[in-house]
Every structure is written in C-alpha cells, then in structure tokens.
C-alpha cells in the first residue's frame, strides 16, 4: 500500500475544512512544483492558543491529507508552538508519505506559518524573521 491508513483517513474524512469568517490569521501559499495552492485560517484567544483552524486546499490528496492532520496539531496549542510545527512531524504523524509526495506537506507548513505570521503582523507582535525563511523542502528545487 502506497499510502498510509492515517493518510487515506485524513484525506477521505478531512479534519477542519472550510472557511473562516471571523479569522485572526489567514495564510495562503502555493507550491511551485505543482502548482496547488492552501489556505488556512486560524482563530487566537485572548491567552495565545488557537481555538480554531479551518483550511481549504486546491491541492492533491496528500496536500488535503497533510493540512488535516497539521490542523489537528495545532488546535489548542499556543501560537508560538504552532509555529515550529514542521512538515517533518506532519508526515510522521500520518505514518509517512512516499517519498515524492513530501512536498505536498510543506505546503501545510508554509500555510500554517503564513496564517500565524499573517496574525503576528496584523496585531503588531515581534517575531524572528528567520523562523519564516523559505527554501526548506526535501524534494523542491525551487
Ligand atoms: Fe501539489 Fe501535492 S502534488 S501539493
């Protein structure tokens, strides 16, 4: 079996899908390499935690499968932590995925981190720029 029983889980049944009004933050990204694009809200309480995560994807079924689970990850957690969610714990929480497909959970990471940085900025809070630097997919040249 190509795909893990987690990722055929998560990408028939997606957790957290939909759109968000009232969003905090709202991160959309698009991978180069195919061309998909992910857009991921969150909404933060008064103390840092995420009390809520929608997504939506025109992507592949890794890519819905990789954003569900990483919704997951980070509903409840506080914001800082969210931001070293890293598509790495994303593939091993859904048990792998093959090896050209690792790309598609970057685009998870990217949104979730464009969604708190997008959050980061509108409520003027200080961050480490380098936390957002680009460039570390495994398999993207790009
Ligand atoms: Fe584009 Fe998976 S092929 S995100």
């Given at each position: 079996m190509l795909y893990s029983e987690k990722v055929m889980d998560h990408f028939q049944n997606?957790?957290?899908?939909g759109k968000m009004d009232d969003a905090d933050g709202i991160g959309e990204v698009g991978n180069a390499k195919c061309g998909d694009i992910m857009k991921m809200y969150i909404k933060v309480d008064d103390d840092g935690i995420i009390s809520d995560v929608k997504f939506n994807t025109f992507g592949c079924g890794s890519a819905i499968a990789s954003s569900s689970m990483a919704t997951e990850m980070i509903k409840g957690k506080p914001i800082d932590e969210a931001l070293e969610l890293s598509n790495k714990a994303v593939v091993e929480a859904l048990d792998g995925l093959p090896a050209y497909k690792l790309h598609c959970s970057v685009l998870a990471e990217e949104a979730v981190k464009a969604a708190v940085k997008d959050y980061y900025d509108k409520n003027d809070i200080e961050y480490d720029k380098a936390k957002f630097a680009e460039g570390d997919c495994p398999t993207c040249e790009e």
């Amino acid at each position: 079996m190509l795909y893990s029983e987690k990722v055929m889980d998560h990408f028939q049944n997606p957790r957290n899908v939909g759109k968000m009004d009232d969003a905090d933050g709202i991160g959309e990204v698009g991978n180069a390499k195919c061309g998909d694009i992910m857009k991921m809200y969150i909404k933060v309480d008064d103390d840092g935690i995420i009390s809520d995560v929608k997504f939506n994807t025109f992507g592949c079924g890794s890519a819905i499968a990789s954003s569900s689970m990483a919704t997951e990850m980070i509903k409840g957690k506080p914001i800082d932590e969210a931001l070293e969610l890293s598509n790495k714990a994303v593939v091993e929480a859904l048990d792998g995925l093959p090896a050209y497909k690792l790309h598609c959970s970057v685009l998870a990471e990217e949104a979730v981190k464009a969604a708190v940085k997008d959050y980061y900025d509108k409520n003027d809070i200080e961050y480490d720029k380098a936390k957002f630097a680009e460039g570390d997919c495994p398999t993207c040249e790009e």
